[in-house]
């Protein structure tokens, strides 16, 4: 039976991959972000692509709605849209560290309030969250990016035992490094944010580095790797509460895990 899919941020990247791979495999996918020209090419898959701003809560519901109007349920559910603004605590502007507490968690918060209902209705039901290995340990001049996945793994964990009981399934998604846009574009951030600072040099040295690693180098995992986890954790019978996934993930989780605060600290400054 082909199940009903909801997976946002899908304009790029992780998301755009996994909403054809999930097509490909007989399910009916919407896929849903702001730039909706740029979803364009799922239609070729029949893919469904939707105006979605997840710092909306009318856009969310509605969302949902017309899902809903049109299908009668909604299988599962992948909050798969986020954005990376790093930079110093004391430097990132307090209406872009909640920009991104918005997109990342509350947008994400939004779509589960509208889906729950539906699902516990029919008694089933899957919502897959994209966290990060960023949820589990932080990252240099990565704060607010950090606090907002915390938020992720927290909320999802939650999530995960409240509805239980009504056969929701609740995934989290976590992976390490990932060749996509995200990269670029938070070392342009973090560029920004610590111009002019006394973060500037370590900052400059930090975002050199992103830019090396997301742009020229081939080193990092590529979006498909991750898709292809978000589609066994939306198909497969019985789903792992967590896909740790991409290059350095299981690494980084593990060596956060027993290195002492003092080392932890050094290595991300050093890398």
Request: overall charge positive; aromatic content about 8%; charged content about 25%.
């Given at each position: ?43 070729e898959y029949g893919v469904v692509p939707l ?221």
């Open positions: 039976m082909e199940k009903v899919i909801l997976i946002t941020g899908a304009s790029s990247g992780i998301g755009f991959d996994a909403a054809k791979m999930l097509a490909l495999k007989g399910n009916k996918v919407y896929a849903a972000a702001r730039r909706v020209e740029r979803m364009e090419p799922l239609k105006h979605l701003d997840v710092t909306d809560a009318a856009s969310c519901k509605a969302c949902v709605k017309d899902i809903i109007d049109a299908e009668g349920r909604i299988d599962v559910l992948v909050n798969n849209a986020g954005f990376g603004y790093f930079g110093a605590i004391e430097n990132v502007p307090m209406e872009e560290a909640r920009r991104q507490m918005e997109v990342n968690v509350f947008g994400l918060a939004e779509l589960c309030k509208a889906v729950i209902p539906h699902m516990r209705a029919s008694g089933s039901g899957r919502i897959i969250n994209t966290s990060s290995v960023a949820g589990k340990g932080v990252l240099y001049f990565g704060g607010w990016y950090n606090v907002s996945k915390f938020s992720v793994e927290a909320l999802s964990d939650a999530l995960r035992m409240e509805l239980k009981p009504f056969g929701i399934k609740v995934i989290k998604i976590q992976p390490g490094a990932i060749k996509t846009e995200w990269g670029v574009i938070t070392a342009k951030n973090l560029e920004e944010s610590c111009a002019g600072t006394p973060y500037e040099k370590e900052a400059s040295k930090e975002a050199g580095l992103m830019k090396l690693a997301y742009g020229k180098l081939n080193v990092l995992s590529k979006p498909a790797v991750v898709a292809r986890a978000i589609r066994r954790a939306a198909l497969s019978s019985c789903p792992k509460a967590v896909y740790r996934i991409g290059r350095g993930a299981w690494l980084m989780t593990g060596l956060h895990a027993i290195l002492p605060a003092r080392w932890w600290d050094a290595m991300m400054r050093l890398i």
